[in-house]
């Protein structure tokens, strides 16, 4: 059938080859595609212009920018945006179609344009990654980064849509495009092969490249066979390449087509083309199986801790599972005494065994409450040998400094020094660290990562509140010095409750030999903070009204010129008035 590729069947032919151009008819016809609209596709996919190109790569890069903030923020919605705009999805297609006619230009010029879109969308999401201030790995990104035989077969069906929204093109496939952009996921993959590129995880990387491999391989096999079924191979194919071979230039992409014009056109060379997909999607199967297998795993045993914990009595009161590359750990917080934690962590340790089929690492720290503090209490006085006690750390001490220890590595360093931080525990939430920091504000986002990265270090839930303290001076002039107490009072408030801060104030000298009645109450209103108290915040003579806090001591006054009255242009320190 390939070697008259560049003729339509004759009447005389075999009727095997007859046979299976009806039953490619009927199946065309099915779907409403006849040969003359064949033909027009792949002359459309041959004569594509090069005017086109700068939209391409213009929508590829916009997608890779949506993409890649989208997954570093978390937001499934931006993601999917990005994989509406994505392009990518048209050059692969043709390369399918190339394969599946014989149209070695095709094939070529499609392939050359998936390789350059592959390694531009990568360096750049690399490059993207390298300006962020934070790293974190959030859902989006960690959801790329496992692919299984699930996200294969998934990728199957969108292919044949994929195919179907190719030689069906009008409004009654729009939604099946759109759909289909959503469903292969192109570009997310390639953005978190960047991101860990940029962040130097290989784990990451290679795992959303496999996802993408998956993807690639999945289309084009299943494009060829669509398109072969349809009887896409049929179309007479040779003028329309060699007049589109005569517009181009003398190239690499034109002397590579002609020389593997000899190989598409052999009798069986469609056997060929069909394979090397095929040997690639056989190549990444095995691997995407046993990742199936091991969420599979995963699933299983962290279902059945779950229905463990469940059942434990209501003295359990917080729990952490983490089940991950065959290893399982539990951390449990038990009300009671120590010997009731050691039992139950014997306990939980042989039954998550059976289930796993390894050995876990079961945690369950005791926290005498009540009744427990009163039967030690008893036991103690009914006792009449004296008992050493050890001292034991509190807990909380612990918390804290294991909490102080994961501040100090995930905070971000754009949002200045971190100067104090208070832990919380509000009635039926979670766990709140207020951080306080000089420099501008973290945002929501990055407060919201803040949380999830101490969460993961910690094995509890915890919310990040942000107080940023504004490294800029507050000024104002001398007649404007009630609005200028209002704004300053409260960056001069955390100067009295942190000891690493400093206040800096100047107020203005009063006008004439009198003094201003206004000067002199903003003055009383000033002094009356508590904030004032501290040794910490200096007031001085200045031009105007001006306060600022910072992590450094005051710089001392300027001395006055040597020639300058006595007491002139010397500003007074009041030390705190």
């Not at 009540?370 to 008893?378: D, G, K, P, Q």
């Not at 992590?551 to 001395?559: F, G, I, Q, R, S």
Request: with cysteine; charged share 20%; glycine share 8%.
């Amino acid at each position: 059938m390939d070697q008259d590729r560049g003729r339509a069947p004759q009447a005389g032919g075999p009727p095997a080859a007859h046979a299976g151009t009806a039953f490619q008819d009927r199946i065309a016809a099915a779907f409403g595609i006849e040969p003359q609209a064949r033909e027009a596709i792949v002359r459309s996919m041959l004569e594509r212009s090069a005017k086109g190109a700068a939209g391409y790569w213009l929508q590829l890069f916009l997608a890779m920018g949506i993409a890649s903030l989208g997954l570093v923020l978390g937001s499934g919605a931006v993601v999917i945006g990005a994989m509406l705009i994505s392009p990518l999805m048209g050059p692969i297609v043709e390369l399918g179609m190339g394969l599946a006619i014989g149209s070695p230009f095709l094939a070529l010029r499609s392939f050359t344009r998936v390789a350059f879109s592959v390694v531009m969308v990568v360096t750049s999401a690399a490059a993207l990654t390298l300006t962020l201030p934070f790293y974190e790995v959030t859902s989006e990104i960690a959801a790329r980064t496992s692919p299984t035989a699930l996200d294969l077969l998934i990728a199957i069906f969108c292919a044949i849509a994929a195919a179907y929204t190719t030689v069906r093109p009008g409004s009654d496939t729009t939604s099946t495009a759109a759909g289909t952009a959503i469903g292969i996921a192109l570009v997310p993959p390639l953005c978190v092969v960047g991101y860990g590129i940029g962040t130097r995880v290989k784990s990451i990387a290679s795992g959303a490249a496999l996802l993408f491999t998956a993807n690639l391989c999945a289309i084009l096999l299943f494009a060829i066979l669509c398109f072969l079924l349809l009887g896409y191979s049929a179309v007479s194919t040779a003028e329309l390449e060699h007049a589109e071979l005569a517009k181009q230039k003398p190239g690499a992409i034109r002397r590579a087509a002609r020389a593997l014009q000899v190989f598409f056109e052999l009798r069986h060379g469609w056997i060929f083309r069909v394979m090397m997909p095929l040997a690639l999607l056989g190549a990444v199967y095995f691997p995407l199986r046993e990742a199936l297998a091991r969420v599979s795993w995963q699933v299983r045993v962290r279902t059945a801790i779950v229905r463990m914990l469940d059942a434990l009595p209501q003295s359990t009161v917080r729990s952490s599972v983490t089940v991950d590359h065959g290893s399982v750990a539990v951390r449990l917080v038990l009300l009671g005494r120590a010997d009731e934690a050691e039992r139950l962590e014997r306990d939980l340790r042989a039954q998550i065994a059976v289930v796993a089929g390894v050995t876990p690492k079961v945690d369950v720290i005791a926290v005498l409450d009540a009744s427990a503090l009163e039967e030690v209490a008893a036991s103690v006085r009914a006792s009449s040998t004296p008992i050493d006690v050890a001292p034991k750390e509190p807990e909380l001490a612990l918390v804290q400094r294991e909490l102080a220890a994961s501040l100090g590595g995930a905070w971000p360093h754009a949002a200045g020094p971190l100067v104090a931080w208070r832990l919380r525990f509000p009635d039926n939430e979670p766990a709140v660290v207020e951080v306080v920091h000089v420099g501008p504000a973290l945002g929501a986002p990055a407060a919201d990562l803040l949380g999830r990265a101490l969460s993961r270090e910690l094995g509890a839930e915890v919310a990040v509140q942000d107080r940023a303290i504004a490294p800029e001076p507050i000024v104002a002039e001398p007649e404007g010095g009630w609005p200028w107490l209002q704004e300053a009072r409260p960056a001069l408030a955390w100067v009295g409750d942190v000891e690493a801060l400093h206040g800096c104030v100047e107020v203005p000298p009063s006008p004439g030999d009198k003094p201003s009645g206004e000067v002199e109450a903003v003055l009383a209103a000033l002094r009356s903070l508590p904030a004032l108290r501290s040794d910490r915040v200096h007031v001085r003579e200045g031009a105007r009204w001006r306060a600022v806090v910072s992590t450094a001591p005051c710089a001392p006054p300027e001395p006055a010129p040597a020639d300058a009255p006595a007491g002139a242009g010397a500003p007074a320190d009041a030390g705190a008035p």
